[in-house]
């Protein structure tokens, strides 16, 4: 086929969409959702509001806001066939595995939803069970690992304090949410919620673009995200901080690694393909973790050897020179562990927040009705030849 074939490996320099959803300038460090600065957000919404900004395109108005809040607190109750599926994966199944298997069954359970001529009203109502139902599969993956009972919803309670008392509660005891606890998580949602066309909004688009159901394609950014190099680099950046304390906090040390082409270590959580200066979300994560340690009294070492390693990195002329800073995940993983979050719940936190992001990119998708992704190549195989038999191999 005649014409040329551009090259570009990781889309480095490659815009694969028009979005009007949300805006990087790497240079500057700036992020908006829907032209709303993350820093106004952080402080002032909460993730349900930023959730409807970024699906809907708008701030809701109080009627919006209400509606929308309980449409999806009157979806949270999963069918316990669903449930049987949680009971078949043992308790080694990773959390991420067992949420995008969850999320996926979905689309096993409302077959219309692979229907290109669904209605708005459907998708609607896929978008309301996707918001609500995450929060609990997260909360039963949790409970799966851990060989405890899943807790069912309580309708009660708002977004974020739910969700930790699915992940928390236990039959033999009663369980309050610490309201510092879950406005900590809610801000850590809020930063989490969208950030344009990275590697799992990208893999939502591209599946989406097939009409495969927005489940399944929900459910292949969540495999997207788990990958070190994205959302699982937040679980990385504490073994990593763990093992340098282990090692008697010789950052130095590790910062040597970083930079030894031989060795095939990184600094995870620092970093960022677009961001070539500071993470705006990692500086707010950062006050947020001096903040939130302060007031639930925990003191966590690690954190001063995550300073410690941002200050040496700022001051190397390795880092310097490629433009190296902390980005959203090198200190997220300190709140969530002062939050009570095991490590290997990390990631699945990174998609509670990022789920709005994707339902919006995916919406935003279908709704421009953008053609199916199927990118082409440069071949570099075998030139044509026949087929050897095996006698003659
Ligand atoms: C997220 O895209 C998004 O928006 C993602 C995200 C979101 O909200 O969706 O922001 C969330 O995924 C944040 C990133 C989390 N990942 C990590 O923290 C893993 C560590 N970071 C790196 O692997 C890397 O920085 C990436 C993956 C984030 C970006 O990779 P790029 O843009 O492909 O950059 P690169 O690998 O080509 O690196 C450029 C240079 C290389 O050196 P040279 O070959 O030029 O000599 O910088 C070096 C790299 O070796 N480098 C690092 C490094 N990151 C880049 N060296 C040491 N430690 C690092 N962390």
């Not at 979905?106 to 929060?135: C, G, H, Q, W």
Request: charged share 25%; hydrophobic share 40%; aromatic share 10%.
């Amino acid at each position: 086929e005649s014409g040329l074939i551009t090259l570009d490996p990781g889309f480095k320099n490659t815009g694969s969409t028009k979005s009007a959803i949300t805006f990087l300038d790497g240079e500057q460090g700036i992020l908006r959702y829907r032209g709303y600065n993350i820093e106004d957000l952080a402080e002032k919404s909460n993730f349900l509001e930023v959730s409807y900004l970024l699906i809907y395109g708008e701030l809701p108005t109080q009627e919006q806001y209400d509606q929308f809040a309980n449409e999806i607190t009157y979806h949270t109750l999963v069918h316990e066939d669903i449930k049987k599926i949680l009971d078949g994966f043992p308790s080694v199944a990773h959390p991420m595995g067992v949420l995008s298997s969850l999320i996926c069954s979905l689309t096993a359970f409302y077959p219309t939803s692979l229907d290109p001529n669904r209605t708005e009203e459907e998708i609607k109502l896929s978008i309301v069970r996707l918001m609500a139902k995450l929060p609990t599969f997260a909360a039963w993956a949790y409970k799966n690992k851990m060989g405890h009972p899943a807790n069912y919803p309580d309708n009660r309670l708002d977004y974020c304090s739910n969700f930790m008392k699915m992940m928390f509660a236990l039959p033999a005891e009663k369980y309050e949410v610490d309201p510092i606890i879950a406005k900590a998580l809610d801000k850590l949602l809020i930063l989490h919620a969208d950030h344009e066309q990275n590697c799992s909004t990208s893999t939502v688009r591209i599946v989406g673009s097939s009409q495969a159901s927005i489940y399944a394609s929900i459910s292949a950014g969540i495999n997207a995200l788990w990958g070190p190099l994205h959302g699982g680099a937040n679980q990385s950046v504490i073994e990593m901080l763990e093992a340098i304390k282990e090692d008697g906090g010789d950052t130095k040390k590790y910062l040597d690694k970083a930079k030894d082409k031989n060795d095939p270590f990184r600094l995870m959580g620092f970093g960022h393909r677009v961001y070539k200066n500071f993470d705006p979300r990692a500086k707010i994560i950062k006050k947020a973790a001096d903040d939130v340690l302060g007031k639930l009294g925990v003191n966590d070492p690690v954190l001063e050897i995550a300073k410690e390693l941002e200050e040496a990195a700022l001051n190397d002329q390795y880092f310097v020179d490629r433009k190296l800073y902390p980005n959203v995940d090198f200190y997220s993983g300190i709140i969530y562990r002062a939050l009570g979050i095991p490590t290997d719940m990390f990631t699945v936190m990174f998609a509670l927040g990022r789920l709005p992001g994707w339902i919006a990119q995916w919406k935003e998708m279908r709704e421009n009705n953008e053609p199916i992704g199927r990118p082409r190549q440069v071949y570099t195989g075998a030139n044509e030849r026949s087929y050897v038999t095996m006698g003659d191999r």
